[in-house]
């Protein structure tokens, strides 16, 4: 019997082999979209919550109607302003660690730098989602209420971050850095946890090395 260099079981391109080795790379990446994608949408969810939850505890300045359409604030020293923006930062700390440590369970720890990326993007987005719906819920009500209501009329009106509603979509820049709060500390959560992580590796790892003119492979049993 002749020996031959060939294995008889070789793997031919396009074989088993091969097909094997192309979804083990696709796999990865079909996980690392599938939960960048969910770790964004989840994102817009938590800021549309976060935008009701600012609208139930953050309070609204009163205004006196003082004419067809125009009204003025009650009180010019009233704190309501830098209250309902400080609401509105607690709920961006809390709603974007809820982002990081959940983005970060989903795709981060298996995944890394895409659903990292949708960490950041999803923040943002939930911040946005955020103030669009604080700012609009209830300002339609109060505009017809400026147009309709006798003067004297007192108005709560709604909430508006830095005091400035003119932007629909994009806040204005007194406002970017209660926006930043979302993305600041979803980024955050994720970079304390992989910090954690890498300390929390390292005494194992320092101790696996072997030292200096040690031999470096394992003897056998009963030597």
């Not at 599938?34 to 994102?43: A, D, E, K, R, Y």
């Amino acid at each position: 019997m002749s020996i031959t260099g060939e294995y008889p079981f070789e793997p031919r391109p396009g074989g088993p082999g091969g097909g094997s080795d192309q979804a083990s790379v696709a796999s990865p990446l079909v996980g690392s979209l599938v939960s960048s994608l969910v770790i964004l949408l989840g994102s817009g969810l938590i800021g549309l919550a976060g935008g009701l939850a600012w609208t139930s505890f953050a309070p609204r300045a009163v205004y006196v109607v003082v004419g067809r359409g125009s009204a003025n604030v009650v009180n010019p020293e009233t704190s309501a302003f830098i209250a309902a923006d400080a609401w509105y930062c607690l709920i961006g700390v809390a709603g974007g660690l809820v982002i990081g440590l959940a983005g970060y369970l989903l795709g981060v720890r298996r995944y890394g730098p895409a659903p990292m990326a949708a960490i950041l993007a999803g923040g943002v987005l939930a911040a946005l989602a955020a103030r669009w719906l604080g700012e609009n819920q209830g300002l339609h009500q109060f505009n017809r209420q400026l147009l309709t209501t006798s003067q004297g009329t007192l108005l709560h009106a709604p909430l508006a971050l830095a005091g400035d509603t003119a932007a629909a979509v994009w806040p204005p820049n007194a406002s970017l850095p209660a926006v930043a709060f979302w993305p600041l500390a979803a980024c955050t959560v994720v970079g304390g946890i992989v910090l954690i992580k890498v300390l929390r590796d390292r005494p194992a790892r320092a101790y696996g090395r072997p030292r200096h003119g040690e031999a470096q492979f394992s003897s056998y049993p009963g030597q």
